[in-house]
């Protein structure tokens, strides 16, 4: 009688299976939430574990999908790939599942998940954190120089090359020696960046039409090639720039922080760091918010699961994501900034950040102006061929800025096209 | 008796067949089927396009850098490393002591992961390294060692004669130790002096070292991938691309799983012939300069 009652208990709990990104503080922030969902919920299982990298994360999860051993759900997703994944049916739409409303309101989603909507109309990433990508400017360097702020236009910027170079003609004002190299999700940090910066956000790619503003990208590209030219730019490998003080500008993501802490403690926010959204072009009104790349990833929920994991994943994600302090552990453990509307204003986060990280209070506010990647199965030749048929071309002046952009378009027309 | 035998010697060889079955032959035949195939390994769907993989590696860019760029790194490779390990054997075969301890010495490069020589040579050559510093200093600017297309070419095949060159130098090393004194003994009474002992002794009888060598120094161009992957990615604009980033990029990359194996398939038959041609070549000479 006790075994058949011992055998029940255990057939009636129900094992999960969820993949955190490989970065030790996500899995710690994972295992936590697991541990305190399975306090208050014995017939459910956790098994959190780190995704494998074999050599990405995303083959680990192709070669997990093709095996057969997927985990129920996992972290670490970019819409990219997510369209790749729901295109091949390997991942479940979480809209179709009964509660989608009440969580999207619960944790103030609202406006962010706009951006995360599939061609086909379904959610099927919760996005998980938004890193808007901005500039971090050596306030330092700058103040020697005879600014009390940082640039903002082009021609700022500009300006502030000419006059770092007659003063130190050893530094620069930007490095950026992957600018050279085709790498696809090197565009994310550079050409991204200053281009949703210099469109308003303007998509690049919609569905299966190119609808970039071609003005602004243009503009962005004679932007590199000038800074290039007059070598305040360097595509140079070189081992450490911002951080030595060698130049005065970077693309900064919120990660960085935790690493300078150890690494650099003399980098303080406000005296020798600021950031600041990305340069814009001259005309750009000043009153207009700056948009940003957002790398930004999610979670999602395998096809494979059976309906008993999917309905056990489906609970846990809800209970995670419907509390707010939930939300500001996972700022305080990765230091990186949910996917919520509210932030930058919600008091519990603001406060949070303002006493502990300032630096990533630009961050914060900066989140409803930064963009997720584009959704295309191809994006990977597409932001490819960014680099080699236009980036590159244009930087060593075999192409105009207007003829490499013509080139990369025609040359990622048939891939919209599949 | 033969019975017991026979069992006795696959007992011995069934864990190399095991490890070649699995590890070998299986990927192999999967890689063979997946080549009429457009699959993403995840799809539940496999479409089956014919030979449609095979135009498009024909047709693309890519593919075709990848095939020059091998015949480049061999034009550069094959002869400096053969240089480069002839030269460490004669010295090692010339050294009163201490022989075995130089010739491991120059063997642990080989030894070596290439991702740490790779990043060691990624930090030597950056911009801001003593040795640029120094470069700039003495001549007003330093090469873009990475940057320009000839110059990053060189640099890896640099990395790559560095890292075999010990290798191959025990090869030669072995064929040096197996040409008797006496000839050496002769020729010198004949009045020959080191040039002449050289060629008309020393390189003759090292053709098998040569064979060998020259055989697996063009195989070895086929395979380049790690140095290129981390030093310049193939770039700039494909002029370090290698058939092993071009199998990485499409599969690992780009998920084409299909393509990826098609181009792997391509990769083996270039292999196969130019070594064949290579074998061709030096049996040739080998037969006409009277060394076989």
Redesign the interface.
Known sequence: MLMAFGLLSAAQVVEITFWTAPNPSQEVFWRQMAEAYMAINPNVKIVVSPMPEV??S??GI??A??ARTPPTASENIFIGFGE??A????IVPWNTLPGWDNLVQNRAMNQTIEGWKFADGNYYIIPLYVNAMLIGWRLDILRELGYSQPPRTYSEVLAVGEVVKAKYPGKFVWLRSEL?????WQRWFDFFVFYYAASQGKALITGREITADDQAAIGVLQFFKTLRDRKFL???????GFELG?TVMTVLGPWTFPWWRENYPELVYGQTFVVTPPPVPDAYPAEKPVFTFADAKGVVLYAQATPAQRQAMWEFIQWVFSNPAHDLKWIEITGMLPARDDVGTNALFTSYIQEKEPALLPYAQNIPYALPPFAHPEF??IQELMG?ECI?PVLVGELTPARGWDAWKRAIRPLLVK | MNWKKDVGGWLLASPYVLAATVFFLIPLGWSLSLVFYDWNLIDPVRQFVGLENFRTAFTTSRVLYAFVNTYKYAAIFVPSVVVAALVLALIVQHLPRLKQFFAVGFFLPYLASGVAVGLVVRGILSYDSPFNEFLRATFGSSPRWLRDPTLALVVISAMIVWKFAGYYALIFLAGLQGIPRELYEAACLDGAGPFVQFRRITLPLLYPAFYTVLVLAVGLCFGIFTEPYVLTGGGPRFATHTWQLEIYYQAFDRYRAGYGATVAVLNAVATFVSVLIIRRVVEAWGVRRGFR
């Open positions: 050599p990405t995303e083959a192709l070669a999908i093709a790749q994944l295109r091949s049916k390997a050279e190299v085709p790498t696809w360097i595509t140079e490998p070189l081992a450490t060698r990977v030749e080699l590159y």
